[in-house]
């Protein structure tokens, strides 16, 4: 998001993390030795990746230009998925008591509610749909997670000014308060955002679509009631002509956002009388907030043609942006270094080719294409850009009273779920004809309820590499399993079962990030083995 | 009509043929309802319209075929 104006924040201290000098400034002439993976930039996607690399035994540095986390709200959805990829750190929980879950969504058209949504058509999972917490928090429980992590060396006002990358490395230059150092590193992943500075010292374009409407966000801490779900209205009696949408964070916080149109002038919008008196209309006479943060903001649709060169690898922000409704940008950068990450640690220990990366890019290409024209259709549907298209748009919003079809055609924001990567190489295709459901190679695993009740969840009992999920009586035995592939039994007749569209035997070969590569009616040794060659890049 | 069908849509799904018991009744119907409509309200009548119907027509197919046959009739008027 492109960024006209910043304010205050009153409900969240930013603590100013420590600098230290690093050691290289002190020891340049001896020869040190190399850095496995360099991440730059200290979002949610670099720590994450971090963390990830650290599980598998990989020693990153982190470095970060800045010394604190996030400056206001930014990415608040955090999405099902997403939470699943930090519990494994831990702390998605501590996210989940801090933040506001919910599942509900509301569309109003003028001052009437015309369609609700569920966004978790499968309840009884581990994790809800969405738990909607400010990015300053998310980076802080990461931040702490890294400081307390042996393997993550995470250092703040460390500011990468020169990356030069070979055929077997890169050389990074790096600045810091006390002068500048040279780091060797085997790859380096650039987190470093939408503006990337990596990407601009590579000279890589950036080609994509802009889009002119702005938008007014106003974080506010309102002193009364509060809705626990998002509400989007069309037309509102307190914002006539455009879109108003309402979230709710964690700390009595709202994110109220203010659709301005393409010729509004962002400097008067953001004044804070200007900005208090839309929130006047809005709340009514007797309402009372504080601001925290205020911002007003267009968006670009972008994608890099490849997020690998040579030794440098691109993540989240930096390799591509959509805009923010659906919630695709954070949880897409989440999904991205889960992705790269268990493929990341193969090749560094040499249990895989090279060439393994490619399907990073590949897979979170094809995400990022599904993310980019789910966004651009929502985005065409709240500001529609030509005359006929807000004729449909008006009608399908005239019709949804009454028309229950014309509800599923209101787009005001495909929310995020993980994305597909049907037909990437590395899976393997159904041979088996008789599926009726479950996920498909190319798609995330679901989680359900296992064993009897308050035995847990399926995603806590998955392995830290391949898994493989067959359904059979309790105490089968896995004869011949292939190395690093964890067995996991599951018995009984729960929801797992439908689920998985599973009958006695049933087994779905998962990857270390929780996509399917493959499944099979019948557990078959030779077969699970040959799949996880094929999903290595070993085949 | 021409012979060349537009290349991306798949030509056969949408009936040409009259479907219609009683075809002067239901044309003028058609017109009838935009009587005394402004332009713009005739825009937004038969967006409603065309939404109406296609979620009843359903087929995907057909409607692809449909819009193409109706911007290609347009676009041989304007030549």
């Known amino acids: 998001m492109g960024r006209a104006g910043e304010g205050r924040l009153s409900s969240y201290t930013y603590r100013r993390y420590p600098y230290r000098r690093p050691a290289e400034l002190d020891g340049q002439a001896e020869r040190r030795p190399v850095v496995p993976v360099v991440i730059v930039g200290a979002g949610m996607a670099g720590p994450t990746l971090a963390l990830s690399l650290a599980q598998r035994g990989i020693a990153t540095v982190v470095l970060d230009e800045d010394d604190t986390v996030s400056l206001g709200s930014r990415s608040i959805c955090q999405a099902k998925h997403s939470l699943e990829i930090w519990d494994r750190f831990g702390i998605a929980e501590r996210m989940v008591e801090k933040g506001i879950t919910w599942e509900q969504g509301e569309v109003y058209l003028r001052d009437k509610p015309i369609y609700r949504f569920n966004l978790q058509p499968e309840p009884e999972q581990k994790f809800p749909a969405f738990v909607n917490l400010q990015q300053y928090y998310v980076e802080e429980y990461l931040f702490e997670r890294c400081l307390a992590e042996p393997l993550v060396d995470l250092r703040f006002r460390n500011k990468v000014v020169g990356v030069a990358s070979r055929d077997d490395g890169v050389t990074v230059e790096v600045e810091t308060p006390d002068g500048r150092y040279t780091l060797e590193a085997d790859w380096l992943v650039a987190c470093d955002g939408v503006r990337s500075p990596v990407r601009h010292m590579l000279g890589l374009p950036y080609p994509g679509e802009v889009f002119h409407d702005q938008f007014l966000i106003a974080d506010i801490r309102l002193l009364s009631e509060l809705p626990r779900e998002r509400r989007f209205w069309f037309y509102p009696p307190f914002h006539p002509t455009n879109s108003v949408l309402l979230h709710r964070q964690a700390d009595n916080v709202l994110r109220v956002d203010f659709q301005l149109g393409r010729d509004a002038d962002a400097e008067e919008e953001k004044k804070s009388e200007n900005v208090d008196r839309r929130l006047r209309q809005m709340f009514g006479p007797d309402a009372r907030w504080e601001h925290e943060w205020t911002s007003v903001y267009t968006f670009t649709c972008r994608m890099m043609e490849r997020f690998l060169h040579g030794r440098v690898i691109f993540a989240g922000d930096a390799a591509h942006v959509v805009s923010p409704f659906g919630a695709r940008g954070g949880n897409g950068a989440i999904a991205d270094v889960d992705n790269l990450a268990w493929k990341l640690a193969l090749v560094l220990e040499g249990s895989a080719p090279a060439n393994l990366l490619e399907s990073y890019c590949s897979e979170r290409r094809a995400a990022s294409r599904e993310n980019i024209l789910n966004s651009t259709r929502s985005t065409d549907f709240i500001t529609p850009k030509f005359a006929a298209a807000r004729a449909f748009r008006d009608a399908t919003l005239s019709l949804a009273r009454d028309f229950p079809f014309a509800r599923a055609l209101i787009n005001s924001g495909r929310l995020s779920v993980p994305t597909g990567h049907a037909g990437s190489a590395l899976d393997t295709p159904d041979t088996d004809q008789d599926w009726r459901r479950g996920p498909t190679p190319g798609r995330a695993m679901v989680d359900a309820p296992v064993g009897g009740e308050g035995e847990g969840w399926l995603v806590d009992r998955m392995g830290p590499g391949f898994t493989l999920l067959t359904f059979a009586e309790r105490g089968f035995a896995f004869e011949r399993l292939p190395q690093r592939v964890t067995g996991l039994c599951v018995s009984g007749d729960g929801l797992a079962r439908q689920r998985y569209d599973a009958q006695p035997g049933t087994s779905y070969l998962i990857r270390p990030d929780r996509y399917v590569a493959a499944r099979w009616r019948r557990y078959d040794p030779a077969a699970v083995d040959a799949a996880v060659r094929r999903a290595t890049g070993n085949g | ?79």
């Open chain 2, 1 to 79: 009509m021409s012979d060349d069908a537009p290349s991306a849509v798949v030509t056969g799904a949408l009936r040409r043929t009259l479907n219609l018991a009683r075809p002067d009744e239901v044309y003028n119907a058609i017109v009838e309802a935009h009587k005394d409509l402004t332009d713009e309200q005739c825009r937004a009548f038969d967006a409603r319209l065309i939404l109406l119907l296609a979620n009843h027509v359903g087929d995907e197919a057909a409607i692809h075929e449909a819009l193409a046959a109706a911007r290609q009739s347009l676009e041989e008027e304007g030549t």
